[in-house]
């Protein structure tokens, strides 16, 4: 079945710096790729949808320019937190999908866990 | 109001007991419904698509009722291994929000032996 590579699983970082979370599709392509973030015993809320090629689309109340995305190829996409506070420590998983054959389905990553200290 | 809203739970039941979950939606023009289960500082996993006819798989019963915007989940004969978060999820194709995913905020499930 598909996959979603996701890196890293856990990452731990000094205030101020930058943290790059990577998800390959490994066995399809993905057309669309889909940025989550969970706190604790919250729901997933999407951050920006990413179609290949194209420029991040954000949700409401989520910075594009602390949250980078790229989605240059059909099979990575990378989320980037910069200048990252301890405010930014979540879960983040990214969703990858393909409109190439119809709707394909949702493959999620394993997820990042980021800690900023 | 949320778009996608789930009774939070704790369910705490024993083993082999029937326990049922509720998720209502209010965007009329979501088009897909699906149960996802979570575990714990895991990533969700499809449990299952839900249809307005109703759709069985093992223990698991999926409903769909449009006209109420209300999802349900049946599970049967209860097992420890379900012990998780159940996420109630909707689609709403088409715009600019093609194939986004909209999360309720989950139902925790404990089975006790």
């Known amino acids: 079945g598909a996959v979603v590579s996701q890196h890293p699983s856990r990452v731990i970082c000094k205030s101020g710096t930058s943290v790059k979370i990577e998800c390959r599709s490994l066995d399809f392509q993905a057309t669309t790729m889909f940025w989550y973030r969970q706190f604790p015993k919250k729901s997933l809320m999407l951050m920006a949808t990413s179609n290949e090629g194209s420029k991040a689309t954000y949700e409401q109340g989520v910075e594009k320019d602390k949250f980078l995305i790229n989605h240059a190829s059909l099979t990575l996409s990378t989320l980037t937190v910069t200048s990252a506070h301890p405010e930014d420590s979540s879960f983040y998983i990214c969703?990858?999908?393909?409109?190439?054959?119809?709707?394909?389905?949702?493959?999620f990553g394993s997820g990042t866990r980021l800690t900023v200290v | 109001r949320k778009e996608v809203e789930q009774d939070p739970g704790p369910f705490n039941v024993p083993e082999g007991a029937t326990v049922a979950f509720n998720c209502t939606y209010s965007n009329s023009a979501s088009q897909s419904f699906f149960w996802y289960r979570q575990d714990c500082r895991k990533e969700p996993k499809l449990l299952m698509s839900?249809?307005?006819s109703g759709n069985e798989d093992g223990r698991f019963t999926a409903q769909l009722n449009r006209a109420s915007q209300y999802i349900s989940l049946l599970i049967r004969d209860s097992k420890l291994s379900d012990s998780a978060t159940y996420l109630c999820?909707?689609?709403?194709?088409?715009?600019?929000?093609?194939?986004?995913?909209?999360f309720g905020q989950g139902t925790i499930l404990t089975v006790h032996p």
């Open positions: 999820v909707v689609i709403k194709l088409g715009g600019t929000s093609y194939g986004k995913l909209t």
């Open positions: 969703s990858a999908t393909t409109l190439l054959t119809g709707l394909y389905g949702y493959t």
């Open positions: 839900v249809y307005s």
